[in-house]
């Protein structure tokens, strides 16, 4: 040790320099066998990411139901030789039938466990198809389906307030001494199935009573609204519909 | 051009509801339509001994009528017939019941279907003393917008009336009345083949006349204070023999006349420039007519406008903000509209239309000029757009008795840019009418048989 540090300055500073850098070098590649050694030879168990699933907990859980336990393959048995085959002079022959005798044998063996292991999956398919429209009791935790409409029904949701934005736009008169474009007001209007309006109440204010005056007056000379189709009555119940004044 | 306006029309058709982040359904109605107000209005209640003061009926048909005018001019209102009344206002007091207990009811005003409700009553408080007493009230709320209590001269039933009326628009609008405004016009109506210069309140009442220079004078304006008007007489030169068009101001409160420019040939079509301090007006000075700026004194002459050699630059007239000039000139072959900057840099046409368009005038807001056109034989009014020349508009078409189209010209913008005054010779004389901007409404303002020219509204007077 103390011979290598004399060694190091005796030697001149470019040298010194070259040195060190190899030295350097040498230490991250032991530093890196050392690491990657360790990780071939003495692996840490790998981290699982699963995706996160939204559960609803609508009711108690069942009792789950005990699957039958599978069958184990059954082994065909194999008929014994008859005496009248035992001639030397045939045994090679016999053997040969015997050989084949025995795929054969393996073959019809191997197609008895193909058709009972089908069996078995068709059982098990049969049992989760009930055990499914069981769970459509929503029983167990379960994910819910949500309530929001798709595809075509969304379109005609759309053609049904086009239709009342028009309606309630024919009876929406301001003086001309309103209008004012800072002039805002929001109006939340319950119907039912017939488009009768049963309540209304104004819930954002203009801070002009006589403003809000005439877009309370529009929505009860509006009514009543067009009727909503059969399907749109819960959801127009619900919340309501808040008209915005303009 | 066609699937983007579709795709955008789509796009504002769903934008026209939606669901909240709360799954709430909203809708947006859109602008309201405007429409009128309905008012109820009876007649004022004489609230003093009719002994005293012999012509108090004339007084009260005066205070009345004026404010009817006003009501429906301002464009507001849909005044209900009197038969349609439930209740007789003379028969119940100014202020509603409970509190008052002779008071009016609401509800029989209400049940007619009345937004608002105007309620006043006058007393004589001597041979000269007049004071009206009156109330403007919301129905559908109960509430009062205006109560107040005018005193002022006997003689003054119509002044009392129109500050009324202009207090209302301010209570309902926040913008000030046009009702106490006035014009500035030439006439005839003195005789004897002269033209002399006339102020009266711009409901035709009122007129006095300004000028007795007993010659031809011409193209008025009003200074922004309201109280001086300059315009143009040919006036007698003694060291020439003849006369020349020279440019006058005159203070009409002091009665003071002042010569500003007496120049060697045209000084007409003068206008002020916002700060009062300006005046512009065409010169010709024995060249082609241009468009010179100068104090109001007629000294510090600056020339704004420079040809084309041959063309006539005329009748100019200063935007709102001072920044800029309308007017007319002919350079292009025949009289097109113009605008400029006030130092007559960046000219830029305006009209490409018809064969004679003239006569600009700004609109308060600075964005639209309205100006006469000749279209095949007759003139019309017509507006346009500073900023888009393409979006115009033609206000009149009225016609003669002999069922030929009538000429409407010299128009000139109300300070509160809702109307426009101009003559028209659809009676056979060029008379004074209004219209409002978007050409829906129009009344005749003077009744009789003289001519007048070029009327110009006054600013707000107070």
């Known amino acids: ?246 | 051009m066609k699937f983007l306006s579709l795709v955008f029309l789509t796009v504002l058709a769903f934008s026209m509801y939606s669901h909240g982040d709360d799954d709430k359904i909203y809708i947006n109605v859109g602008q309201a339509s405007v429409k009128k107000s309905l008012v109820a209005f009876p007649p004022f209640v004489f609230l003093s001994t009719p002994s005293l003061t012999p012509n108090y009926k004339q007084i009260g048909a005066d205070l009345f009528n004026t404010v009817l005018n006003d009501l429906e001019v301002s464009n507001l209102f849909t005044i209900i017939k009197q038969q349609a009344y439930l209740e007789d206002s003379a028969k119940v007091g100014l202020t509603p019941a409970p509190a008052n207990p002779t008071g009016f009811h609401f509800e029989s005003w209400a049940k007619i279907g009345s937004e608002f409700l105007i309620r006043g009553g006058y007393k004589m408080k001597s041979a000269t003393e007049l004071e009206f007493e009156v109330y403007v009230y919301y129905v559908p709320q109960a509430k009062v917008v205006l109560g107040k209590i005018y005193s002022a001269k006997a003689n003054e039933a119509r002044v009392t009336a129109h500050t009324f009326s202009d207090d209302l628009m301010k209570a309902l609008t926040g913008k000030r009345g046009i009702f106490r405004t006035k014009f500035v016009v030439a006439s005839d109506k003195a005789g004897n083949k002269w033209k002399e210069i006339y102020v009266m309140d711009w409901d035709g009442r009122n007129i006095i006349q300004v000028t007795n220079h007993h010659s031809i004078s011409l193209s008025p304006a009003w200074r922004p204070n309201g109280k001086t008007i300059s315009y143009t007489s040919f006036a007698y030169h003694p060291n020439l023999k003849s006369r020349n068009p020279d440019l006058f101001t005159y203070d009409i409160f002091e009665g003071k006349r002042f010569l500003v420019s007496s120049r060697l040939g045209i000084n007409s079509g003068s206008a002020f420039s916002p700060d009062g301090n300006s005046i512009i007006l065409t010169i010709s000075k024995n060249e082609g007519p241009e468009i010179y700026r100068m104090n109001v004194e007629g000294d510090d002459l600056e020339r704004i406008t420079n040809g084309p050699k041959g063309s006539l630059n005329v009748e100019p007239a200063f935007s709102p903000d001072g920044k800029k000039i309308a007017f007319s000139s002919d350079r292009s072959g025949v009289p097109m509209v113009y605008v400029m900057n006030a130092d007559g840099s960046n000219i830029k046409r305006i009209t490409f239309a018809g064969r004679y368009n003239s006569s600009p005038s700004w609109s308060p807001d600075g964005k639209k000029l309205v100006f006469a056109g000749q279209d095949k034989d007759h003139f019309d009014l017509f507006t346009v757009s500073v900023e888009d020349p393409t979006d115009m508009q033609r206000l009149t078409s009225a016609k003669k008795t002999s069922g030929k189209f009538a000429n409407n010209e010299d128009p000139s913008f109300s300070p509160d840019g809702r109307h426009i005054v101009f003559t028209s010779d659809r009676t056979g004389k060029n008379q004074i009418y209004i219209i409002t901007t978007d050409g829906t409404s129009e009344r005749r303002v003077t009744v009789d048989s003289h001519n007048y020219f070029k009327p110009k509204w006054s600013p707000y007077i107070d």
């Open chain 1, 1 to 246: 040790m103390i011979k290598r540090l004399q060694f190091l300055e005796i030697s001149s500073e470019p040298d010194l320099f070259k040195r060190m850098v190899f030295f350097s070098l040498g230490l991250h590649l032991a530093l890196f066998l050392f690491f990657g050694l360790k990780a071939v030879l003495f692996p840490s168990p790998s981290l699982t990411l699963d995706a996160a699933i939204k559960v609803d907990i609508v009711a108690l859980p069942d009792k789950l139901q005990k699957l039958p336990e599978p069958q184990a393959p059954q082994m065909a048995k194999v008929p014994a030789l008859s005496k009248t085959q035992k001639t030397v002079a045939i045994k090679s022959t016999a053997n040969k039938v015997i050989e084949k005798i025995k795929k054969q044998e393996r073959a019809e063996r191997e197609k008895k466990l193909l058709d009972n292991l089908k069996n078995e999956v068709a059982q098990e398919e049969a049992k989760e198809q009930r055990q499914a429209k069981l769970a459509k009791l929503l029983k167990g935790n379960a994910v819910s389906s949500g309530s929001a409409l798709h595809g075509l029904a969304k379109s005609e949701f759309n053609e049904y307030l086009s239709s009342l934005q028009a309606h309630v736009h024919e009876h929406w008169n301001l003086p001309e001494w309103l209008q004012n474009d800072n002039l805002k007001a929001s109006v939340t209007v319950f119907i039912d199935f017939r488009g009768v309006v049963l309540k209304r109440t104004l819930v954002n204010s203009s801070g002009d009573s006589r403003f809000d005056g005439f877009a309370l007056k529009a929505v009860d000379e509006a009514s009543p609204f067009p009727q909503p189709p059969p399907r749109f009555v819960d959801i127009v119940k619900a919340d309501g519909i808040t008209l915005k004044f303009p």
